[in-house]
Antibody
Framework: EVQLLESGGGLLQPGGSLRLSCVAS????????MSWVRQAPGKGLEWVSH????????YYADSVKGRFSISRDNSKNTLFLQMNSLRAEDTALYYC??????????????WGQGTLVTVSS | DIVLTQSPGTLSLSPGERATLSCRAS???????LAWYQQRPGQPPRLLIH???FRAAGIPDRFSGSGSGTDFTLTISRLEPEDFAVYYC????????FGPGTKVDI
């Protein structure tokens, strides 16, 4: 059974930093590209960042480019999102999502339950 | 970026009825790379359809997707109680973006 378990969310002030993690199980992690997708409270879905299966190619939404960094440790089946210079508008539930197949950001066939990030003074 | 518009915003139907949801793109979606998701309250999204018309693994055949270019449709042939949820479309032909969602309620 595929499982994605996010952690690392919390409450922090504007300008702060946070590192999210997502531990994967039930599939061969190093064969699949992965993404982070967020959902502000009561709002829709927003794709944030994406990384290739090997970790050498990354993509970012314009809203987070230069502030967020995605990475992965295939030896530990773990995906990361380093979030710096956080803003109130980054407040959201952050989901880790598995790409169904292929390299580029696209359709996600498995999602975690999410970890909540709240940015407020 | 490609902007997706979903209509209607809310669809009020009864169990057993047919639901037709629309997703329109601001530009042609390359290779019809268009997906549909279902999200129930308190749950993550669930992939229903990819590449406009291909059902994802384990998805019941009452869900079907159609369309090409800029106009796409998700059809639920006979609504079951568990189908009342929010539905999002996503294009992944040029980077990726999601639509604002359609809520299907009773």
């Amino acid at each position: 059974e595929v499982q994605l378990l996010e952690s690392g969310g919390g409450l922090l002030q504007p300008g702060g930093s946070l590192r999210l993690s997502c531990v994967a199980s039930g599939f061969t992690f190093n064969n699949y590209a992965m993404s982070w997708v967020r959902q502000a409270p009561g709002k829709g879905l927003e794709w944030v960042s994406h990384i290739s299966s090997s970790g050498d190619i990354t993509y970012y939404a314009d809203s987070v480019k230069g502030r967020f960094s995605i990475s992965r440790d295939n030896s530990k089946n773990t995906l990361f999102l380093q979030m710096n210079s956080l803003r109130a508008e980054d407040t959201a539930l952050y989901y880790c999502a598995k790409k169904r197949d292929g390299l580029r950001p696209g359709e996600f066939d498995y999602w975690g339950q999410g970890t909540l990030v709240t940015v407020s003074s | 970026d490609i902007v997706l518009t979903q209509s209607p915003g809310t669809l009020s139907l009864s169990p057993g009825e047919r639901a037709t949801l629309s997703c329109r793109a601001s530009q042609t979606v390359t290779s019809n790379f268009l997906a549909w998701y279902q999200q129930r309250p308190g749950q993550p999204p669930r992939l229903l359809i990819h590449s406009a018309s291909f059902r994802a693994a384990g998805i019941p055949d009452r869900f079907s997707g159609s369309g090409s270019g800029t106009d796409f449709t998700l059809t639920i042939s006979r609504l079951e109680p568990e189908d009342f949820a929010v539905y999002y479309c996503q294009q992944y032909g040029s980077s990726t973006t999601f639509g604002p969602g359609t809520k299907v309620d009773i």
